[in-house]
């Protein structure tokens, strides 16, 4: 559709989906001489924040779980005991643009260190607009990232690389931004966990998890906890004990890694000759490219999973499962020889 991502558009979007999700009859297979029936259960994982607030009717500032607003947010302990609507936690962590709101938050905070206020006032806006430039140079100096830059059109160069560059070179990134460099490690274990695919220690995650937005209120007592970054803190937990799969394979990631080849696609395997056809196109190679078999083929490794931390690795079941590494070298090797195919 050729419509703009409206808080309305959204609502019957969804609603649409929800119908047809209703409507999907049982799959009946016969097996061994068996007839099975499958049941088809789908879930609203793969939303980013954006969408959870229209659908929730909250405002993008406030918790769409527990309500809480950004002045409240900061009060840990009152926090815990808020009611909380369960219902809420199908909607996922979003673990893709997790790790780009905890990035904004660190950035965002740094070039508040000086006036240490949540809001920027007339008086500090100079301050604050030298320091922001100081840590952008220092950035693209240090690691080479462009920090922060507004694109034209489709947000700023805060992507999800830039994120994970910064959470894995904490030194560096501490340095540039002033931050406390445990935090910053804290919360890149948090991320890389969620997003590993593999069974989380939920007891253990949960306790490393709250200790960490304690940290948070003591040092920086004067920022409130952005919603997105208190939804893993506070919430992270609870979310994932009500998911049915490990919360890294309900990312948002699968659809917004489909970005690059809808585009690819839609460039060089279309008719050009309407929009119908070439919308058609477009989604004839879409279905050729996500049957179950095709892609089982080229069933990518979780790359995350590489660059745990040992700290991160407390916070998962079996993780030290050898059998589960040497299959990733495997698929390594053969997502190595697929690649050649590039189809
Ligand atoms: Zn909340």
Redesign the pocket.
């Given at each position: 559709m050729f419509m703009k991502e409206t808080i309305e558009n959204t609502k019957l979007e969804v609603e649409d989906i929800e119908q047809q999700i209703r409507e999907l009859s049982n799959t009946h297979v016969l097996f061994d001489e068996e007839q099975l029936e499958v049941k088809n259960t789908l879930i609203f994982s793969m939303v980013d924040g954006k969408v959870c607030n229209s659908i929730t009717g909250t405002s993008s500032q406030n918790?769409?779980?527990?309500?809480?607003k950004p002045t409240e947010m900061n009060n840990i302990e009152a926090?815990k005991s808020?009611p909380?609507i369960k219902e809420n936690y199908r909607y996922g962590l979003s673990t893709l643009h997790a790790w780009i709101r905890f990035f904004e938050y660190f950035i965002h905070l740094s070039y508040k260190l000086e006036f240490k206020t949540w809001q920027v006032k007339a008086e500090n806006r100079d301050q604050y607009n030298a320091r922001k430039k100081l840590v952008q140079n220092k950035f693209r100096a240090e690691m080479g990232l462009l920090v922060d830059i507004v694109l034209q059109g489709h947000g700023t160069t805060n992507d999800g690389n830039t994120a994970r560059k910064f959470f894995k070179n904490a030194e560096t990134s501490s340095l540039c931004t002033g931050i406390d460099v445990n935090l910053i490690k804290r919360c890149g274990n948090i991320l890389s966990t969620i997003a590993s695919g593999y069974t989380i220690n939920i007891e253990a995650f949960e306790k490393y998890c709250i200790n960490t937005a304690k940290v948070f209120v003591s040092l920086y007592p004067w920022y409130y906890m952005p919603?997105s970054v208190?939804?893993i803190l506070?919430?992270g937990a609870d979310v994932i004990r009500y998911s049915p799969l490990p919360i890294g394979n309900l990312s948002e990631e699968a659809q917004e890694s489909r970005n690059k080849d809808y585009k690819m696609y839609r460039e060089h395997h279309t008719r050009k000759n309407s929009r119908l056809n070439t919308n058609e196109d477009l989604l004839h190679i879409l279905l050729i490219s996500t049957d179950p078999y095709i892609s089982s083929l080229n069933r990518q490794t979780n790359y995350y999973s590489k660059e745990l931390t040992m700290e991160a690795r407390t916070l998962l079941i079996q993780h030290n499962d050898d059998a589960e590494y040497s299959k990733i070298e495997e698929d390594m090797e053969l997502n190595h020889s697929l690649s050649e195919l590039n189809f």
């Open positions: 918790c769409y779980i527990c309500g809480c926090i808020r909380v919603a208190h939804k506070l919430h």
